[in-house]
């Protein structure tokens, strides 16, 4: 395996001479603070190689001459780019420790997750700024070996080499994620753990977890039961998109016929949430308010503005017009349900939501109306905005911030502290970092993950426009009309894999891979590396495939679905760019400044 196949793409890389094969004599030393990336390390290795990589006496420190990978000796510390930290007992071993020394910066000067990997025909050596960086360190190690090195039992005994040289890397984006929706078709704990996996394995550090919806309840709320009782789960489901009726209406085409739920208890989140963080993924809750709320209506018909009207959990897709009502009494429900989120995930960013609410049952309410007088508020949009106001201060006095979609800049009394996510286009990002705002951008046109791969007629369900792993390679978070100062206030960006019409694991994998690659390059790499070069990425990709075989995860294929993977007779939704920009525009013109 050559040093120039690695997705993402690093900073700096070296190739050295010769290579360091892994034995039944191998061990691996950590420090401290790298102990858990030491397992982690081993767990995948034993299982793939058959190999016992036990424990080095120590922590690979020491003092001493070494040679590098080019053969030159470097002394006790850090040499230059092809150099390594002088250690010694450690020949033959896999040596993981944290050292801040030298290491390229990532996002604002911080080194955490930044690495040095160090490969000699003698010894290995992973060095990061934090545990973090030396478990990506480790990443990058396990892109070097054969691709099997990804399989969870061992199907070979080929040589297990290592090529020598250097690697040293940083990520361009301290926000590197992506957005599962749990809520419109429910994914089990162990479909979460895979995906955590995935992540890790292309250094993508958050997993967005969209928990609530019209179409479901997925989170264990113990002050209020009946949120999973009737909520986690719907009597059908609708199959395929919208289609027009004869009077030009939008409606479903068919439905299943079948019930679907089901949710995390609070034990199940626990799980995910340290699984994660052994693999340096932070998982991030989204609770939506205050539309997309028909499941918790279903539970609680008082929180609506209709209370004596029962709602059923949406069996449709798409934004069901009911949403919450202004009591106090249902914000205080609401900071319930956040006091147990908030204990269940030490997540530093908290979703509310606050995308897509539909303000007719508001407008055409009395008591709505009388409310949104005694508040002192102008109209529906401040409406809006205060819920979510209230919701966040709430939030916030538990030491964490909110984030929204890109809607909750509408009113334009967003609290300071309050991220944006912005989706719609990159609008919603160059308002809120000119306003001061902290932005994850996310933009529909680029990285929406449940979006049609390809204008094949047999592409499953196509909806919106076509993006491919091109376009998703291209995707920059950063508006380019922002300053400098501007551009600080974005951290990072997401891909967003809406589950519709993905209902079970193997339309997730078809969804987000091979795209995902691309995504963790646009954000790790982004342009530090230099200029991209789609050519080059496509040729390690090429390569990368066969890891992702190795990690049996059904891509999809660049020549379009397998047969199994096609969805005869179901209706999609594909739509033009033009057209897309058209509605994109009508939609944010509110939050232009």
Same mark, same amino acid.
């Given at each position: ?8 793409? +690093? ?68 040499? @230059? ?7 010694? @007992? ?13 290491? +390229? ?46 399989? %969870? ?69 113990? %002050? ?113 349900? #956040? ?19 539909? %303000? ?107 993006? @491919? ?9 950063? +508006? ?26 193997? %339309? ?10 691309? #995504?963790?390059?646009? #954000? ?23 890891? #992702? ?18 969805? +005869? ?25």
């Amino acid at each position: 395996m050559d040093f120039d196949v690695l997705i993402p793409r +690093p900073q700096r890389s070296t190739a050295g001479v010769g290579a360091f094969a892994i034995t039944p004599s191998t061990r691996v030393a950590a420090d401290a603070a790298s102990e858990s990336v030491r397992r982690f390390l081993q767990q995948t290795l034993r299982a793939s190689t058959g190999l016992p990589l036990r424990d080095a006496d120590g922590d690979g420190e020491g003092d001493g001459d070494q040679t590098d990978s080019t053969g030159t000796t470097g002394t006790t510390g850090t040499t @230059g780019t092809t150099g390594t930290t002088g250690t010694t @007992g450690t020949t033959g071993a896999i040596v993981l420790r944290v050292d801040t020394t030298g290491l +390229p910066e990532g996002p604002g000067g911080a080194v955490d997750e930044s690495f040095r990997l160090v490969v000699t025909p003698d010894r290995i050596q992973v060095t990061g700024g934090a545990a973090a960086g030396v478990f990506h360190g480790v990443q990058a190690l396990l892109q070097l070996l054969p691709a099997a090195v990804y399989r %969870k039992g061992q199907v070979g005994t080929a040589p297990w080499t290592v090529p020598a040289g250097t690697i040293e890397d940083a990520p361009a984006f301290a926000w590197r994620g992506v957005m599962l929706d749990v809520a419109r078709h429910f994914r089990t704990t162990a479909e979460v753990l895979r995906v955590i996996d995935q992540l890790a394995a292309h250094r993508l550090n958050r997993l967005h977890l969209h928990l609530t919806d019209d179409q479901g309840w997925r989170v264990e709320i113990r %002050k209020h039961p009946r949120l999973t009782e009737v909520g986690s789960w719907r009597r059908e489901s609708q199959v395929g998109a919208h289609v027009p009726g004869e009077d030009g209406v939008l409606r479903p085409d068919a439905f299943d016929g079948r019930p679907h739920g089901g949710y995390y208890t609070q034990d199940d989140l626990r799980e995910i949430v340290a699984y994660a963080a052994d693999r340096f993924v932070t998982v991030v809750p989204e609770i939506e308010t205050p539309g997309h709320v028909r499941a918790a209506l279903a539970a609680y018909p008082e929180l609506g503005v209709h209370p004596d009207v029962p709602v059923e959990v949406w069996t449709e897709w798409g934004i069901a017009e009911d949403v919450l009502n202004a009591d106090d009494s249902t914000i205080d429900f609401f900071r319930d349900v #956040l006091d147990e989120v908030i204990d269940l995930f030490p997540s530093p960013y908290i979703g509310l939501g606050g995308d897509e609410c539909p %303000k007719v049952q508001w407008e055409s309410d009395p008591r709505t109306q009388e409310r949104i007088r005694s508040l002192g508020l102008a109209d529906e949009e401040q409406l809006q905005a205060w819920i979510i106001g209230q919701l966040a201060a709430h939030i916030e006095s538990s030491g964490r911030r909110a984030f929204g979609w890109d809607e909750i800049l509408e009113g334009g009394t967003l609290a300071q502290s309050a991220t944006v996510v912005s989706w719609r286009g990159l609008l919603g990002a160059t308002t809120a970092a000119r306003r001061g705002h902290d932005v994850i951008s996310t933009p529909d046109d680029q990285v929406y993950l449940d979006y049609r791969q390809s204008d094949l007629p047999n592409e499953p369900i196509p909806v919106a426009i076509v993006l @491919g792993v091109d376009e998703v390679f291209g995707f920059d978070p950063v +508006p380019d009309e922002l300053t400098d100062t501007e551009r600080a206030h974005v951290i990072g960006g997401q891909g967003n894999m809406w589950t519709e019409h993905v209902d079970d694991v193997r %339309k997730l994998d078809y969804q987000l891979f091979p795209r995902v690659a691309a #995504l963790a390059e646009a #954000l790790w790499s982004a342009d530090v590396t230099g200029p991209r070069d789609l050519e080059d990425f496509r040729r390690r990709l090429r390569v990368h495939l066969a890891r #992702l075989d190795a990690m049996g995860i059904e891509y999809r294929r660049d020549t379009g679905p397998l047969p199994w993977q096609e969805r +005869p007779g179901v209706p999609g939704r594909p739509s033009s760019r033009e057209e897309r920009a058209t509605y994109i525009d009508a939609v944010t013109a509110n939050i232009a400044d």
